[in-house]
Nanobody, 126 residues
Framework: QVQLIESGGGLVQAGDSLRLSCANT????????MAWFRQAPGKERQFVAA????????AYSDSVKARFTISRDDVKDMSYLQMSNLKPEDTAVYYC???????????????????WGPGTQVNVSS
């Protein structure tokens, strides 16, 4: 069983950078597609970024494109979300997700992911 746990969240000011990490403490996620989603208070969970199992495909939501970068380290069995030029509207709980399938793709919908971490809070003050 894949067990994901996020870290790296915190309180930052607008314009700052932050890197989120997602560690897997269960069965390896090597070759599995990975993603980050976020959920702001009172809103639905939204797609942020995804990376394919071979790291050759990525996808980003329009709101974070050019500011956020997703990556993965299969040796360490981890994924990362580098966030720069943070804005108050980026405030949310950020979730790491893994796809059970090993088809090489970067899914952008919540339903395509099978494993989720508990989330890490990111607060961006203006």
């Amino acid at each position: 069983q894949v067990q994901l746990i996020e870290s790296g969240g915190g309180l930052v000011q607008a314009g700052d950078s932050l890197r989120l990490s997602c560690a897997n403490t269960g069965r390896t996620i090597m070759r599995h597609n990975m993603a980050w989603f976020r959920q702001a208070p009172g809103k639905e969970r939204q797609f942020v970024a995804a990376i394919s199992g071979k790291s050759d495909k990525t996808a980003y939501s329009d709101s974070v494109k050019a500011r956020f970068t997703i990556s993965r380290d299969d040796v360490k069995d981890m994924s990362y979300l580098q966030m720069s030029n943070l804005k108050p509207e980026d405030t949310a709980v950020y979730y790491c997700a893994a796809d059970r399938s090993i088809l090489n793709r970067a899914p952008v919908t919540l339903q395509q992911y099978d494993f989720w971490g508990p989330g890490t809070q990111v607060n961006v003050s203006s």
